[in-house]
T-cell receptor, first 108, second 115 residues
């Protein structure tokens, strides 16, 4: 499974757009890029997934360049409730390999 | 629809005791995963099943750990004998297919403390 690298922590303010970038230089042809969010005392929750270019859903956008060696999760107009750990994962089947994730802290 | 249901939510027991964690996956999902989360090691995959058959148990730390899935709606993770270093939050997740491009749905976990 491809290894991922993402910032350990990020700070932002309510109403701002937050972009979290993940590096995955060894991504394989069949691998998808998936982002999960985890709040304290809860299991991870699926946010968004993509293979190439751009994917958007009701909560986030995912930008993937042509070489697919990185991806950027974009959270528009964050609120305090977006404070959580965000995990970037790469793989095509089986169980997921979670890294340390990015601890996002949103301040008022 | 009910999500993944894990029980118990919390378990405190003394070392040497047998611990059994339970999981009910989302109805219709045919893949089930057990993870362990600690501050030091983060989230680790222990084992996963596809159609009730164990596919990859390479993450199971020792022979003290065992997992079963007797049917599509129930799985157990057992630790015998338990040790203090097994203290962690154990998550169960399920998905509709074994591929990573099918999102995994996680339960709220079992917080296990071995004294």
């Amino acid at each position: 499974l491809a290894k991922t690298t993402q910032p350990i922590s990020m700070d932002s303010y309510e109403g701002q757009e937050v972009n979290i970038t993940c590096s995955h230089n060894n991504i394989a042809t069949n691998d998808y890029i998936t982002w999960y969010q985890q709040f304290p005392s809860q299991g991870p929750r699926f946010i968004i997934q993509g293979y190439k270019t751009k994917v958007t859903n009701e909560v986030a956008s995912l930008f993937i360049p042509a070489d697919r060696k990185s991806s950027t999760l974009s959270l528009p107009r964050v609120s305090l409730s977006d404070t959580a750990v965000y995990y970037c994962l790469v793989g095509d089947y089986g169980g997921l390999t979670f890294g340390k994730g990015t601890h996002l802290i949103i301040q008022p | 629809d009910a999500g993944v249901i894990q029980s118990p939510r919390h378990e405190v027991t003394e070392m040497g005791q047998e611990v059994t964690l339970r999981c009910k996956p989302i109805s219709g999902h045919n893949s089930l995963f057990w993870y362990r989360q600690t501050m030091m090691r983060g989230l680790e995959l222990l084992i996963y099943f596809n159609n009730n058959v164990p596919i990859d148990d390479s993450g199971m730390p020792e022979d003290r750990f065992s997992a079963k899935m007797p049917n599509a709606s129930f799985s157990t993770l057992k630790i015998q004998p338990s040790e203090p270093r097994d203290s962690a939050v154990y998550f169960c997740a399920s998905s509709s297919y074994r591929a990573a491009n099918q999102p995994q749905h996680f339960g709220d976990g079992t917080r296990l403390s071995i004294l």
